[in-house]
């Protein structure tokens, strides 16, 4: 039957400390509730009350509001870095799980990107390739999950000299009647060259651009001449 229509709510059960009413005479009911707490559970009941001034009374019931949105961006602290001759380790922290990327380059201006999509607090990332003894400026950029974002000062690191010669290994050599061809690699980039001769005084080299892979073919050989 058409009654009117009230609400009685609060956050504690039982305890109705506020309300909102209808007067219109209705079968169907809705009332809208303005002014709650975000990430808040109410207590509620209904009540509606006929033409004649009978009264009905719902038991009790509750809802939870939704929670605030996340307008608040992560902070950036306990920025570091470690360095090689060649590579560099950066790291960092946030106060919240987050998403990082790091811009890398030889000035402000960098040019160079490397990113971690996982969301975590503490970061870690590596960058290979750099050259010895140089300074590297970097810029970091924190994301969460709501797309808040960061970006730290611009910082500086710099990479060690180089001190340590490169590791040669998987050495081959295919010879021909009057010539060899003889490659190698090594762990870094490195010049190569082959000295050779009929003996351990050698006498001769030859000798190619820096790589890691590399092949040197040497002619004029003597045939049959070990």
């Known amino acids: 039957e058409s009654s009117n229509s009230k609400i009685v709510y609060g956050t504690s059960a039982d305890t109705y400390t506020l309300s909102s009413t209808s007067a219109a005479m209705v079968t169907n009911h809705s009332l809208t509730l303005t002014g709650l707490t975000a990430a808040t559970t109410y207590y509620f009941r209904v009540v509606s009350v006929d033409a004649l001034s009978n009264i009905s009374t719902s038991t009790e019931s509750t809802f939870t509001t939704s929670a605030a949105p996340d307008t608040t961006a992560p902070n950036l602290s306990n920025i570091a870095s470690s360095t090689t001759a060649y590579t560099a380790t950066v790291q960092w922290d946030t106060n919240e799980a987050a998403s990082g990327s790091l811009d890398y380059g030889l000035t ?29 400026h970097f810029q970091i950029t924190a994301l969460d999950g709501a797309s808040n974002s960061t970006t730290s000062a611009d910082y500086i690191f710099k990479t060690t000299l180089d001190t340590t010669g490169p590791v040669i290994s998987n050495v081959n050599v295919t010879a021909s009647l009057d010539g060899a061809t003889i490659a190698w690699t090594t762990d870094e980039n490195a010049t190569s060259s082959v000295s050779y001769g ?12 820096s790589n890691t892979s590399h092949s040197i073919s040497i002619t004029g050989l003597t045939e049959g001449l070990l």
Request: aromatic share 10%; hydrophobic share 20%; proline share 2%.
């Open 198 to 209: 009929t003996s351990t005084a050698y006498g001769s080299t030859s000798t190619s651009s």
């Open 108 to 136: 402000a201006g960098y040019g160079t990107a490397t990113s971690s999509g996982t969301f975590t607090a503490s970061k870690s990332l590596t960058l290979t390739g750099l050259t010895p003894n140089t300074v590297y």
